[in-house]
């Protein structure tokens, strides 16, 4: 059951900081390859949804994070 976890925890590091480093500036990161485009109003539906994704990958990963804090302790 650990071991499930483990992976789970090093599978969700590895989302959260490709999705983090999606997040960096226009010229710096994955953001100026072009993951990140912008319309005339402000913020596109796609920096939306990969905040959203962001998020939701961070609380997945704390939640991990607790249960494995459990079965280990």
């Known amino acids: ?7 789970v925890q ?10 983090v480093l999606m997040h960096s500036g ?3 990161g ?3 390859i072009g993951f990140t485009p912008t319309s005339q109003g402000g ?3 796609v920096e ?3 905040t959203r994704l ?8 704390g939640i991990n994070t607790v249960l494995l804090y459990r ?3």
Do not use: K, P, Q, Y
């Not at 059951?1 to 992976?7: G, I, L, P």
């Not at 090093?10 to 999705?19: D, E, K």
């Open 26 to 28: 226009r010229d710096a």
């Open 71 to 73: 079965l280990l302790a």
């Open 54 to 61: 962001t998020v939701a990958v961070a609380i997945l990963f």
């Open 10 to 19: 090093v599978l969700l590091g590895a989302a959260l900081v490709t999705l």
């Open 43 to 45: 913020t596109h539906i």
């Open 48 to 50: 939306r949804n990969l």
């Open 1 to 7: 059951m650990v071991s499930f976890f483990a992976v």
């Open 30 to 32: 994955f953001g100026g």
